[in-house]
T-cell receptor
Framework: GAVVSQHPSRVICKSGTSVKIECRSL??????MFWYRQFPKQSLMLMAT?????????EQGVEKDKFLINHASLTLSTLTVTSAHPEDSSFYIC??????????????FGPGTRLTVL | SQQGEEDPQALSIQEGENATMNCSYK?????LQWYRQNSGRGLVHLIL?????REKHSGRLRVTLDTSKKSSSLLITASRAADTASYFC????????????FGRGTQLTVWP
């Protein structure tokens, strides 16, 4: 149980295009999902917190107009990288949390999406 | 900015040896978690230790937490080549909202 999927696993796009990444909780309802980005050989940086039915909360320094997050259902959150540029190339990872599943702050992570912007 | 700092940043050992990784953080916490990441893959949750706990075991893993020093250690005993991965600590910075802030990680290589 507690499986999180991401789609696509890899995407290559041209500079200036927008890319949508999906994050799904497969066997539980995720009231909260989180989006991280990870540059090569670096740590995960929290980008935003996505709560079902409300606006996402962005971490300081993350452009909300650049990284659009939608959490329209309890099992799906999407991250859209708008007008992507080469510096947006990164590994994007989502995680999901359902307080009823875990006693504490445990999250379940997706396998990640590798974005390459040419 | 990232919450924690792991050291060493890279660790290379032989199979059968023990691997110790350390993590420091700067704020109060409710709990601290350790995760593992194989190259280019997602994260796997290893262990969670609460702020009122000092030590926790899970199989070959042993985690300690010293809140007075704001530090934690992860010990992997009798390491195997399959343990080769990056290991990250993560804290909640005292929040109950679920956000996690990760350290820089330790790249562990276990040679057969």
């Amino acid at each position: 149980g507690a499986v999180v999927s991401q789609h696509p696993s890899r995407v290559i796009c041209k500079s200036g295009t927008s890319v949508k990444i999906e994050c799904r909780s497969l066997d539980f309802q995720a009231t909260t999902m989180f989006w991280y980005r990870q540059f090569p050989k670096q740590s995960l940086m929290l980008m935003a917190t996505s709560n079902e039915g409300s606006k996402a909360t962005y971490e300081q320094g993350v452009e909300k107009d650049k990284f659009l997050i939608n959490h329209a259902s309890l099992t799906l959150s999407t991250l859209t990288v708008t007008s992507a540029h080469p510096e947006d190339s990164s590994f994007y990872i989502c995680s999901a949390r359902e307080p009823g599943l875990t006693l504490y702050n445990e999250q379940f992570f997706g396998p990640g999406t590798r974005l390459t912007v040419l | 900015s990232q919450q924690g700092e792991e050291d060493p940043q890279a660790l290379s050992i032989q199979e059968g040896e023990n691997a110790t990784m350390n993590c420091s953080y700067k704020t109060s916490i409710n709990n601290l978690q350790w995760y593992r990441q194989n190259s280019g893959r997602g994260l796997v949750h290893l262990i969670l230790i609460r702020s009122n706990e000092r030590e926790k075991h899970s199989g070959r893993l042993r985690v300690t937490l010293d809140t007075s020093k704001k530090s934690s250690s992860l010990l992997i005993t009798a390491s195997r080549a399959a343990d080769t991965a990056s290991y990250f600590c993560a804290t909640d910075r005292g929040s109950t909202l679920g956000r996690l802030y990760f350290g820089r990680g330790t790249q562990l290589t276990v040679w057969p």
